[in-house]
């Protein structure tokens, strides 16, 4: 679908400066609102006290308000890193897509708004060579941190439509597993896997806090099915299987 196909409205947000010198859109993060209605998010989006803004809105009914232009720099991700970059507002493109979230009554995403994301996605990625690695949460990006768009956002819809990276998860069954309090090598290594992935974790060989934030926020993309921020066998297979898949596999080297 074109740019002149996309139906979409303009609502300026005045929340926006030039990306670096250099940096066009290599990453593409996709959020939920977490507020009430569509109205109040953009209300929010536009406000400058606020200091947020997206490049994109999408309604549950599946209307697309573009906000900032693809060229400037929309705050959307806040601190974050992902694959050693720490700006990724510079390097990105956002989209807030409408939903109540955690705190208000997190719902499912309708037919018609998951249509109308994969539509703008596609538009996007027309325009910019963004890796499908780089198709991320806010959550994987600010684990801990953030949640959206969380464990109901169809992540494997988009890809049967050609949009990220994704592999199908193991069964979730007994055995090995890694959670908060543990120590050690394979710790670590566990934590060095999901660094080479591309989630900011320090390998500390310490299953603390932060990495049950980068547990749960690879389950709520990855492993939807249970994201009780554990690293069970399944998790821990997933996450190996998507380092296999990459186009140049770090598990091969």
């Not at 670096?20 to 998010?41: F, I, K, N």
Request: glycine share 10%.
């Amino acid at each position: 679908m074109s740019r002149t196909d996309l139906k979409h409205t303009w609502m300026p947000s005045p929340n926006f400066n030039a990306r670096p010198d250099g940096v066009s859109p290599d990453m593409l993060v996709l959020h939920y609102t977490g507020m009430e209605t569509c109205a109040a998010s953009l209300e929010r989006l536009c406000a400058p006290e606020a200091e947020v803004s997206c490049h994109y809105a999408v309604d549950l009914d599946g209307s697309i308000i573009q906000m900032v232009g693809e060229n400037d720099r929309a705050w959307h991700a806040g601190a974050s890193g992902w694959c050693g970059v720490s700006d990724n507002n510079g390097r990105s493109i956002g989209i807030e897509i409408q939903n109540k979230g955690h705190e208000f009554g997190y719902h499912e995403f309708p037919a018609i708004q998951m249509d109308a994301v994969i539509a703008l996605c596609h538009d996007i990625l027309s325009r910019h060579a963004i890796p499908a690695r780089n198709i991320v949460g806010h959550s994987d990006i600010a684990p801990g941190r953030k949640l959206d768009p969380g464990e109901r956002f169809d992540w494997k819809l988009l890809h049967e439509n050609g949009i990220g990276h994704w592999v199908a998860f193991p069964p979730i069954v007994s055995g090995q597993f890694f959670q908060p309090g543990d120590e050690g090598e394979p710790v670590a290594a566990l934590q060095a896997m999901f660094g080479v992935y591309g989630y900011d974790i320090a390998i500390t060989g310490t299953f603390d806090t932060s990495m049950q934030g980068v547990v749960r926020a690879f389950q709520q993309h990855w492993r939807q099915a249970k994201t009780d921020g554990i690293a069970d066998v399944s998790t821990i297979e997933t996450l190996r299987n998507l380092l296999n898949a990459l186009p140049q596999s770090p598990l091969s080297v």
